[in-house]
């Protein structure tokens, strides 16, 4: 930081104003605070943070109704027998 200025609390230093600009659009906040700590610890770039919120990285991967995966990890578009 130049002399003279400091941080405020609450922000990442790692973070650049970029970072917080995406992290606005995230509605829940357990999800934005998620995607925040995940960038400032992994050096996340702003494009990077971006695709996680764009692919709900954070959204929970398992319940009942979820669709089987396949070996890279991806939904299954194939019809399950019953």
């Not at 995940?38 to 770039?45: I, K, L, V, Y």
């Not at 494009?47 to 959204?59: D, G, K, M, S, V």
């Not at 929970?60 to 890279?72: F, G, I, Q």
Request: charged share 25%.
């Amino acid at each position: 930081m130049p002399d003279g200025q400091s941080v405020p609390s609450g922000f990442h230093t790692a973070l650049s104003w970029s970072h917080y600009r995406a992290l606005i659009g995230v509605g829940k906040l357990a999800a934005r605070d998620f995607y925040e700590s995940e960038a400032a610890q992994c050096g996340s770039g702003k494009l990077q943070l971006e695709r996680q919120i764009a692919t709900l990285y954070y959204e929970p991967t398992s319940s009942v109704s979820e669709k089987p995966r396949n070996d890279h990890g991806m939904a299954s578009r194939r019809k399950t027998r019953t």
